[in-house]
Nanobody, 126 residues
Framework: QVQLVESGGALVQTGGSLRLSCAAS????????LGWFRQVPGKEREFVAA????????YYADSVRGRFTISRDNAKNTVYLQMNSLKAEDTAVYYC???????????????????WGQGTQVTVSS
């Protein structure tokens, strides 16, 4: 079992920045591929960013590429999402997720992940 707890969500103005954190406890953090998703009411949860177990491979949704950065610190059992140049359409509940995957594999869909956090609200005001 892996428990994930997100933090860092807030109300921010358009163009601002936030850093989300997701702290993990339980089984060995370093063997899990990690991802960030977001969801707004009435819509499906959508992929934002992913990072692999090894080599630090990353992948981003087109809507955030160039503005968001995912990173992981295995020593701290934490994954981060640095969000810059925020837009109103980035407003959502953000979830981190963990899934078993070999090496440099990236997990891009909700069904590939085994564990989820409870979410943290990000609101971008225009």
């Amino acid at each position: 079992q892996v428990q994930l707890v997100e933090s860092g969500g807030a109300l921010v103005q358009t163009g601002g920045s936030l850093r989300l954190s997701c702290a993990a406890s339980g089984r060995a953090f370093s063997v899990y591929a990690l991802g960030w998703f977001r969801q707004v009411p009435g819509k499906e949860r959508e992929f934002v960013a992913a990072i692999s177990v090894t080599y630090g491979r990353t992948y981003y949704a087109d809507s955030v590429r160039g503005r968001f950065t995912i990173s992981r610190d295995n020593a701290k059992n934490t994954v981060y999402l640095q969000m810059n140049s925020l837009k109103a359409e980035d407003t959502a509940v953000y979830y981190c997720a963990a899934g078993r995957a070999p090496g440099s594999t990236l997990l891009l869909t909700t069904g590939q992940y085994d564990y989820w956090g409870q979410g943290t609200q990000v609101t971008v005001s225009s």
